[in-house]
């Protein structure tokens, strides 16, 4: 097998361009396609998605991961866009997730056509990888780690004061920067009720899902973790529970290697494409 070349790429997303990066050997030849979508906060950069993207790509898939257009982070990590990110919403990071599929079906991202699809989504970005497999025939199996179970994340105290300010604040953990969250997204999630409706969605899975979550989960609870298993088709989905495991599985940015319940989550999300994609 050739060894996995790196292209990166440009799409026009909903709130500015969408940067990727597509791992793979033999771009000529059809192959699986992995895509994997990050969460709140998260890039393609960050920490493990370029070493699990090269790891993807050795085991014979295109491997795709972007920065969404909200993300508000630059090629190089930055976040350059706050903006972008102070605007982002549900249904903004769904219509770049489409934009990059059908790029990707349609051989515009410097590899074949795939024989078939896969998503990976992290925390926030299990979600919207979710809601993408249900309505998205091409998406053949389906890996979330960590998953939001939906996508009401503020209690109506918190939603009051956040819109008699007009924004909201978040910090950034690694660069320290306090980035504005704008009233777009509590309108996004206020007027799609049904269209971002989680758990309804993952009733709807109709390929093979794993579903991973940590038990110590420091971000998304275990809860929502056993939530979607039990919402989930019982015939095609699987749970894993990693015990010791937070959020991120113990991986850090900058990238440091793979801890030993990281390590278990890429084996089993890998063995899982592999015998579900072809």
């Given at each position: 097998?050739?060894?996995?070349?790196?292209?990166?790429?440009?799409?026009?997303?909903?709130?500015?361009?969408?940067?990727?990066?597509?791992?793979?050997?033999?771009?000529?030849?059809?192959?699986?396609?992995?895509?994997?979508?990050?969460?709140?906060?998260?890039?393609?950069?960050w920490?493990?998605?370029?070493?699990?993207?090269?790891?993807?790509?050795?085991?014979?898939?295109?491997?795709?991961?972007?920065?969404?257009?909200?993300?508000?982070?630059?090629?190089?990590?930055?976040?350059?866009?706050?903006?972008?990110?102070g605007?982002?919403?549900?249904?903004?990071?769904?219509?770049?997730?489409?934009?990059?599929?059908?790029?990707?079906?349609?051989g515009?991202?410097?590899?074949?056509?795939?024989?078939?699809?896969?998503?990976?989504?992290?925390?926030?970005?299990?979600?919207?990888?979710?809601?993408?497999?249900?309505?998205?025939?091409?998406?053949?199996?389906?890996?979330?780690?960590?998953?939001?179970?939906t996508?009401?994340?503020?209690?109506?105290?918190?939603?009051?004061s956040?819109?008699?300010?007009?924004?909201?604040?978040?910090?950034?953990?690694?660069?320290?920067?306090?980035?504005?969250?704008y009233?777009?997204v509590?309108?996004?999630?206020?007027?799609?009720?049904?269209?971002?409706?989680?758990?309804?969605a993952?009733?709807?899975?109709?390929v093979?899902?794993?579903?991973?979550?940590?038990?110590?989960?420091?971000?998304?609870?275990?809860?929502?973790?056993?939530?979607?298993?039990?919402?989930?088709?019982?015939?095609?989905?699987?749970?894993?529970?990693?015990?010791?495991?937070?959020?991120t599985?113990?991986?850090?940015?900058p990238?440091?290697?793979?801890?030993?319940?990281?390590?278990?989550?890429?084996?089993?999300?890998?063995?899982?494409?592999?015998?579900?994609?072809r």
């Amino acid at each position: 097998m050739a060894t996995p070349a790196l292209t990166r790429h440009r799409l026009p997303g909903a709130l500015g361009d969408i940067l990727i990066d597509v791992r793979a050997g033999g771009r000529d030849s059809p192959r699986p396609a992995t895509v994997v979508v990050h969460g709140f906060k998260g890039f393609k950069d960050w920490g493990l998605w370029p070493a699990l993207a090269e790891r993807l790509a050795r085991a014979g898939f295109s491997a795709v991961t972007l920065n969404l257009s909200g993300s508000g982070v630059d090629d190089a990590g930055e976040f350059v866009y706050p903006e972008r990110f102070g605007h982002n919403t549900f249904s903004a990071e769904l219509q770049d997730v489409r934009r990059v599929l059908d790029a990707l079906a349609a051989g515009e991202l410097a590899v074949a056509p795939p024989t078939a699809i896969g998503l990976l989504g992290h925390s926030r970005g299990g979600g919207i990888a979710i809601l993408q497999t249900a309505e998205d025939s091409r998406v053949r199996a389906l890996v979330t780690w960590a998953a939001i179970s939906t996508v009401e994340r503020w209690s109506p105290a918190e939603r009051t004061s956040w819109r008699a300010a007009g924004m909201n604040q978040v910090q950034n953990a690694r660069t320290h920067q306090i980035l504005p969250l704008y009233t777009d997204v509590l309108d996004d999630v206020e007027r799609n009720v049904e269209a971002l409706d989680i758990e309804a969605a993952a009733g709807r899975i109709a390929v093979p899902w794993l579903i991973v979550h940590g038990a110590a989960d420091e971000a998304v609870a275990l809860a929502e973790g056993r939530l979607l298993a039990a919402s989930a088709p019982p015939a095609s989905s699987r749970f894993l529970q990693i015990e010791g495991a937070g959020h991120t599985f113990g991986a850090v940015h900058p990238w440091k290697g793979a801890t030993p319940e990281l390590e278990r989550v890429i084996n089993a999300s890998l063995a899982f494409f592999a015998a579900e994609l072809r």
